[in-house]
């Protein structure tokens, strides 16, 4: 059919949250370390037109949202000036148990500043 399976949309809203993070000073290596982890807690997509296979996209992605414990993420998929799909998710830091904990202070600083 060579259209991009649905499924796969939320591995280009990982890899814009991702590179969001990165791009603001985050170390997800150095949340590890402290024992913490963010884990997607909510999606909601809204596709508007197909992306096929081999096609070049472009993710922009941005933080709409912050409480002590979770980031809320908007999401938008296009090709060229085609718009896709947009999205939204919540992401919850969490301790190895599972137990939702308060993002470190550095952390919110480095990914919530414009």
């Known amino acids: 059919m060579g259209l991009l399976h649905h499924s796969n949309y939320l591995t280009y809203f990982e890899v814009g949250r ?15 370390e402290l024992g ?20 070049l996209l472009t993710v922009w992605t941005s933080i709409v949202r912050q409480t002590p ?5 908007h999401y ?4 060229g ?8 998710t919540v992401i919850a830091c969490v301790n190895s148990d599972g137990v939702v904990q308060r993002i470190p202070e550095d952390i919110i600083q480095k990914t919530c500043d414009e």
């Open 36 to 55: 913490l982890f963010f884990v997607v807690t909510r999606v909601d997509v809204r596709f508007k037109s197909p992306a096929r296979y081999d096609e």
């Open 76 to 79: 938008e998929l296009s090709r």
């Open 18 to 32: 991702t590179e969001l993070f990165r791009t603001q000073g985050g170390n997800y290596r150095r949340m590890e």
């Open 69 to 73: 414990a979770k980031l809320e993420h």
């Open 81 to 88: 000036d085609q718009l896709l799909c947009q999205a939204d």
